[in-house]
Every structure is written in structure tokens, then in C-alpha cells.
């Protein structure tokens, strides 16, 4: 190269510019979906507008990121890494397959391909803020303004469940979870009791509101694996038992679901309480089997019975919904993710990892980018950091 030659476009410049892109793209991207999930624009005529929003989430976001990681490969040489790019470039390629039946998967691939242009705190910072704001906005709507639907219904208890803007009161629920946990995650600074505390009454809040009793539970095993794991450190996960364990803690969780799904009979003791415990979802995946069969990729797992069918468990929603090949590919992800977090000490990405994998058992938001699906888009970062022989705090 001649001594003149001057680069057109300095990299340091560049990787500012596609961090600030990618993390704008995602903080849009997650307030579409979250306005996909709200009522509150049923009703007035601003709906109309769902066709364009649905352009923008499956052509113009995806369209895009894609130009984005192109634009990267010739922008910035030293980024390129062939085993980290084969390796999201078949997720991406598997996400797409699966699109074809579920359209989001499309979306979220393009945000995996491109989520190594940023850090983790900063992916998690952003999310929390989209997914904690509209929430609350919507929430606010629905006490002072009267055209924001604020459904309410009673449960058996004669207790009141808010949906407020959103299509189910469990929705908003686990966003209030998921931004407090990506919070904590996003942190420069150590957590403080307060902070957890404050987590602790906003969640009971919640509950108040939701009696989403599950959601309750997650975030009180929140408040505890923070504070065990995370502030005050009481049990070492960098040795060779906990990366041990972690390594198929994921595989094992969903073993452990389709053992209690295949052999469920509720004259069994065992399996009558925990089905109570759970709110009877050990017994409706055990109906799924009868209903379903596991594709290699994907397939509709809605609106195809005249009986109250739902998936809530994340890991059989993964299998039967997306397929098998994903489910492999997902489960590894969370895997080598739960052990990198280990060999690092990354004790925050632990706590997560932790979190997630229990509320995946009761809840099916493997890839929703509102709460638990985040989770995943750290994954290239963590590879990246890895390959690169660094820690990724």
C-alpha cells in the first residue's frame, strides 16, 4: 500500500457509528414489538397503521442489518473472525427456515448477526430502558386516558387482573421482570441492597396488580441469586463443578420437561402438586404430545384445537413451535453462554443465565426480544470476546 494512501474511513469511527446504529435499530425494533403487544390502539384509527408497522419489523429492520454486517465486512477488516461468522451466519441461516412459519425469526437473526457491535452492558442497557419505558407509558395511559383499554378481569380468588395496554396480563408482568434483570446487568457499578429491595416492592406491585404468581416467584429467586451470586459473591462458580454443571444445566432442564410431560399422570402425587404448583402446565404439555408431532424446523402451535391449548413452557415451545434443529442450536447457545460464565467469573451473566433457564420452565419467551429473548442476543459478544482472549464484563 503507498505511504500516501489514506484509509477513506477510519475503523474507530466506524465500530462508534455501528454500535450506535445496531443499539438504535434494537431500542425501535423492541417498541414495535411492544406495541404489537399492547390493546391500547385497537381503539382508534392510529391501527391502521399495522401494516406499515408490520413492513418495518419484517423487511426494513432485517433489510437493514443486513446491509449493516455487509457494510462492516468492508469497513472493518479485523472484525472478521471466519469461525465466529460461520457460526452466526448457520444460526441466521436456521432463524430464516424458521421464519417462514413464525415471521420474527427473520428479525431476530439479523440482530444476532450483528449483536457483536456492541458490549453486553450496553445491549442489556438499551433493552431494559425500551422494554421498562413503554411498559410504564402504557400503564399510565390506561389510568388517565380514557380511549386506552384497561381490561380487568376477576380471578377465583375475586381478585382484579390489569391487562392495561397490553393483549394479557401476564405480558406486561414479565416485562416489568425482564427490564429489572437486565438492569441489573446493564450496571456499571456493583448492586446495592436498595436497588434490590426496590426490585423486590416493584415486583410485589406487580403482583398486586397482575396476580401473576409465577412472575412473583422468578422475582423473588431474582432478588436471592443477585445477592448470593452477584453482590456479595457467596459461592464460587469460576472451578471445574459449576462449569461442569452449567454446561448441561440447559439440556438437563429440558430433559427434566420432557419427563414430566411424557410420564404426567395426575394420580401420581409427585405429579398432581406439581402441576398445582404450576398452575396446571405440566398437564397441558402433556396434552401437546398428543396434538403435535416435533418437526426438524418449524410449525403453528396455535389455533389448532377447539380447547384451551398453550404452550407455557419455553422449552417445548422451542422444540414443537421452531423445530428441532433450532432447539439443538439454542440450547448450545444458552449452554456455552451458562459456561463461559464460569471459566470468566462473569458472575452477572451467571445470574441471568440462572434466571432464565427457570423462567423458561413456566414461561414460552425463548426468543421474544420483550423479556427472556434478549438473553440470547449476547451470545455473538460473548463468542466474540472469547475468541478473542478476552473477558466480556
Known amino acids: 500500500m503507498p505511504k500516501h494512501y489514506k484509509q477513506p474511513f477510519p475503523v474507530e469511527k466506524w465500530r462508534k457509528i455501528r454500535e450506535l446504529l445496531y443499539l438504535f435499530v434494537l431500542f425501535f425494533y423492541t417498541i414495535l414489538l411492544l406495541h404489537d403487544a399492547a390493546t391500547a ?55 430464516t427456515i424458521v421464519s417462514i412459519i413464525h415471521i420474527p425469526m427473520f428479525t431476530f437473526g439479523a440482530l444476532m448477526l450483528c449483536a457483536d457491535f456492541t458490549s453486553i452492558k450496553k445491549l442489556a442497557k438499551t433493552s431494559a430502558l425500551a422494554i421498562f419505558w413503554c ?46 434483570i437486565l438492569y441489573f446487568i446493564s450496571k456499571d457499578k456493583s448492586i446495592t441492597l436498595p436497588e434490590l429491595g426496590i426490585f423486590a416492592v416493584l415486583q410485589c406491585t406487580v403482583y398486586y396488580y397482575s396476580t401473576q404468581r409465577l412472575t412473583l416467584r422468578v422475582s423473588m429467586l431474582t432478588v436471592i441469586v443477585f445477592a448470593v451470586f452477584v453482590k456479595y459473591r457467596a459461592v464460587k462458580i469460576d472451578n471445574k463443578i459449576m462449569s461442569g454443571l452449567s454446561a448441561v444445566a440447559y439440556p438437563a432442564t429440558m430433559a427434566f420437561t420432557l419427563f414430566l410431560s411424557l410420564n404426567y399422570d395426575e394420580a401420581i ?56 434443529v433450532l432447539t439443538v442450536l439454542l440450547l448450545a447457545v444458552f449452554s456455552y453462554m451458562f459456561w463461559r460464565s464460569c471459566k470468566t467469573n462473569n458472575t452477572r451473566l451467571f445470574a441471568v443465565l440462572i434466571l432464565t433457564m427457570a423462567y ?20 455473538p459478544i460473548v463468542l466474540k470476546e472469547h475468541l478473542n482472549g478476552k473477558k466480556q464484563v
Not at 426438524?296 to 423445530?323: H, P
Request: aromatic share 20%; hydrophobic share 55%; charged share 15%.
Open 41 to 95: 390502539f385497537l381503539t382508534y384509527d392510529v391501527y391502521s397503521w399495522a401494516g406499515t408497522i408490520a413492513k418495518l419489523e419484517q423487511v426494513v429492520i432485517p433489510a437493514l442489518l443486513l446491509v449493516l454486517y455487509l457494510s462492516n465486512i468492508i469497513f472493518d477488516r479485523s472484525y472478521f473472525i471466519l469461525k465466529k461468522e460461520v457460526i452466526k451466519v448457520v444460526l441466521f441461516i436456521v432463524c
Open 135 to 180: 411498559t410504564v407509558i402504557g400503564i399510565v395511559a390506561c389510568f388517565r386516558y380514557a380511549y386506552v383499554n384497561d381490561i380487568i378481569i376477576i380471578d377465583r380468588f375475586g381478585r382484579q387482573r390489569h391487562f392495561f395496554a397490553f393483549g394479557h396480563y401476564a405480558v406486561w408482568a414479565r416485562q416489568m421482570l425482564y427490564a429489572g
Open 269 to 324: 402425587p409427585f405429579f398432581s402438586k406439581l402441576n398445582s404448583l404450576l398452575s396446571g402446565r405440566i398437564q397441558l404439555q402433556s396434552m401437546m404430545f398428543d396434538v403435535f408431532n416435533v418437526q426438524l424446523f418449524a410449525q403453528k402451535v396455535k389455533n389448532v384445537t377447539d380447547f384451551y391449548m398453550y404452550i407455557d413452557s419455553g422449552y417445548l415451545y422451542m422444540l414443537f413451535a421452531y423445530g428441532l
Open 360 to 379: 423458561l420452565f413456566v414461561d414460552n419467551t425463548p426468543c421474544d426480544l420483550t423479556c427472556s429473548g434478549v438473553v440470547l442476543l449476547f451470545f
